[in-house]
Every structure is written in C-alpha cells, then in structure tokens.
C-alpha cells in the first residue's frame, strides 16, 4: 500500500539477523531493498516479484 509517507508493507517480521548484513546480501543478489531505517530498531522494505513490500526489523523493542 502506498501512503503519503511512502510505501506500507504488507507484512513485517522481526529477525534476529544483523539488519544492515542482511540488507546488503538482498541488495547484492539484485533484490529490490528499500532505504534503511533507524526507527524503534532498524529496519528496511524489501519487494517481492510482484512489487509488494515485505518489511525486515531487527533490535525491536519488546
């Protein structure tokens, strides 16, 4: 979903990964990441083949 502050994923999971690792290794195999964030723990977006935003958090406060 798009919203006036940017795309929402449509689905989020918490990771135990170390977030800017993974987002590297996603980026480096061409696929289509978002910006990382630094918001309540980092995250990022990642798209799936058909465009739809699937969102990474690691460091979520429990």
Known sequence: ??????????YGF???EDIPTLYG???DKGIRVGELTDYQG????FFDPDGNAIELWGDYPV
């Open 14 to 16: 918490t990771v135990d």
């Open 42 to 45: 980092l995250s990022f977006k």
């Open 1 to 10: 979903m798009h919203y006036r502050n940017g795309i929402q994923a449509a």
């Open 25 to 27: 290794q996603l980026r």
